[in-house]
């Protein structure tokens, strides 16, 4: 399984994610997270949303190609944390799920 995690600025986030989710055919189906960075606590990277795709190597791959024109450079750092904060939220979630229907 692939991954990749990218930060976009707030006015090009809806623009982005609507992008990945036309293409059909490969990358509407990776899995797709954007959360805000205010919701995930990562003031410091800005007004903006960091998007997480995993999925097929092809699949992730075309994912990048279709939003690189919105991609902003940003720390590893701040990447490295957001990605384990999203992890973090969808662990969370299943566990959640599991207590429902455990």
């Known amino acids: 399984m692939a991954e990749f995690i ?3 600025k ?3 986030a809806r623009k982005a994610e609507d992008m990945l989710r036309a293409d059909f055919d490969v990358a509407a189906k990776q899995s797709i997270t954007v959360r805000d960075a205010s919701a995930l606590g990562i003031k410091e990277a800005g007004d903006g949303s960091f998007f997480y795709i995993t999925g097929s190597d092809e699949g992730v791959k075309k994912c990048q190609e279709l939003i690189k024109d919105f991609v902003v450079a940003t720390e590893k750092q701040l990447l490295d944390k957001a990605k384990t904060k999203i992890i973090e939220e969808q662990e ?9 229907f455990g």
């Open 6 to 8: 990218c930060f976009v």
């Open 10 to 12: 707030r006015e090009n």
């Open 92 to 100: 969370a979630a299943a566990a959640g799920f599991g207590g429902i």
